[in-house]
């Protein structure tokens, strides 16, 4: 283990509105390098856990990304340390084009247009869709929906990427060929998923939510087996 | 899957980025021309019919320098009609049919001008022209979120129709307004939802409450001059 952890949570609780306790103590460390996949079952709290991670939720417990606290001076350095990939890459695709999208957050940056056109045309280039760029994000199939919102992360150079169920909607080719991307990216990530076998591609180490709390962590293909997730 | 974006939001926004010379000139440029057409149309009071057919021409005119469907234009443009319809038909039964057509000719003119300049100005860009003009920001990015919605309500409203009709939905006329009562509920709580979840994506790329302009423009002569002559046209068509 380095000395210094991308990601460290210690003891983090979270409630939603209505009272369901979505977080209840989970402890978590990333070190650089590491790609973790996060496994459990549907509201065991994995999706509430990563949007602690750069900010959109404020839970009580100790997080720290790259040494930082998610509080309101850091989260714009935060934010651009940690990249989160939605669920539902429709939610993430909101400007008229292609490039204007993936050209928002490197924008929201400070980066001049001219600039910020370029890395965004970059990291299209890094996911394989630069064709598209000119393309209304609406007229995009699912798999090339998932792609350009990575590029709109990627655009903003970030340390780590989070992935949020990533194979939603993608059949499994496109399952595969997001795989194989995923794991020529040299940021370390975090990838909530159903999919062992994608985790299994993508991941170094599997963490399993429970109730609320990581109950178990070690190699994919073993909390798999351990915890009966394979589907055969 | 059929798509649910209608028809005719996604052509006004794929003619938008086209690359006639019209669509060049800075927005600016052309919400000025737009602003004098339209009081020269609002204001007009005598020889009605000529003007408007001048006035037609003209913008007809404009929608072929774009090299965008005239026909297609002229079609949208008649969406505001039925607004205007219940008023003109008012001023006709109280004998004043002269002032209902002319009345029924500056909407249609008006919305015919306004989506020519929609049309060869994409979204973004007509309000970043607005923005320099002096609008308010805050109107210009709710008129931004509006847009997107525009396209996202529809897929909402799809998917639950086609949930509804796989189902077998064929109900009377009351169990009908029943359950379009509750849908349209439901559409209103999925759609909340779902502008939520854009806003959390927009936050996590760094969003700061305003939205970054993607190209700078710069008004150039072309642009000076243009606005003067498509600003002088409607007004030197009114003394014909």
């Known amino acids: ?232 | 899957m059929q798509r649910a974006v209608p028809r005719s939001l996604a052509s006004l926004d794929s003619w938008s980025r086209g690359s006639s010379a019209l669509h060049r000139f800075d927005p600016r440029a052309k919400l000025i021309a737009l602003l004098a057409l339209l009081v020269a149309v609002a204001t007009a009071n005598r020889s009605i019919p000529r003007f408007a057919l001048a006035v037609l021409l003209f913008l007809v005119a404009g929608f072929l320098w774009a090299r965008l469907p005239v026909a297609g234009a002229l079609a949208r443009a008649a969406v505001i009609l039925p607004f205007v319809a219940v008023l003109a038909a008012v001023l006709w039964i109280g004998g004043q049919g002269e002032r209902a057509w002319a009345l029924a000719a500056k909407s249609y003119l008006s919305a015919l001008a306004a989506l020519l300049a929609m049309a060869t100005t994409p979204l973004p860009r007509l309000l970043g022209g607005f923005e320099k003009l002096g609008a308010p920001r805050f109107l210009l990015e709710v008129a931004q979120f509006l847009y997107r919605y525009l396209f996202l309500l529809p897929e909402e409203a799809q998917r639950m129709r086609q949930a509804a009709a796989a189902r077998s939905m064929r109900p009377g006329i009351r169990e009908g307004f029943r359950a379009a009562a509750g849908a349209l509920a439901v559409l209103f709580a999925r759609s909340y939802a779902r502008a939520g979840a854009i806003h959390h994506a927009m936050l996590a790329r760094g969003f700061n409450g305003r939205f970054p302009e993607m190209q700078t423009a710069h008004f150039r002569k072309a642009d000076a001059v243009f606005a003067v002559v498509a600003s002088a046209v409607p007004w030197g068509l009114r003394l014909l």
Not at chain 1, 77 to 97: C, E, H, N, W, Y
Not at chain 1, 99 to 126: H, Q
Request: aromatic letters at 6%; proline letters at 6%; a neutral charge.
């Open chain 1, 1 to 232: 283990m380095t000395a210094c952890p991308l990601i460290q949570v210690r003891g983090l609780h979270y409630s939603y509105e209505d009272g369901t306790a979505a977080l209840q103590g989970v402890d978590f460390r990333l070190d650089p390098g590491e790609s973790v996949a996060l496994l459990g079952p549907n509201g065991s709290g994995k999706t509430t856990f990563i949007l602690h991670l750069n900010g959109l939720l404020a839970g009580k417990g100790a997080i720290e990304i790259c040494g930082m606290k998610p509080d309101k001076a850091n989260l714009p350095a935060i934010r651009r340390k940690v990249g989160v990939i939605f669920q539902d890459s429709d939610s993430q695709l909101f400007m008229p084009t292609v490039l204007e999208d993936v050209s928002f957050g490197p924008r929201n940056l400070g980066l001049e247009p001219k600039a910020a056109a370029g890395r965004a045309l970059a990291a299209l280039e890094a996911v394989g869709i630069a064709e598209l760029r000119n393309r209304a994000p609406y007229h995009l199939s699912a798999g090339e929906k998932k792609r350009a919102a990575i590029a709109g992360v990627l655009a903003m150079e970030p340390e780590i990427l989070v992935l949020d169920e990533p194979t939603t909607f993608l059949d499994p080719p496109a399952q595969r060929s997001l795989a194989a991307l995923l794991s020529r990216l040299p940021q370390s990530k975090l990838v909530v998923t159903h999919t062992v076998a994608f985790a299994e591609a993508v991941c170094t180490r599997a963490v399993f939510f429970e109730r609320g709390r990581i109950v178990a962590e070690g190699g994919v293909t073993e909390i798999a087996a351990r915890f009966g997730w394979a589907f055969e």
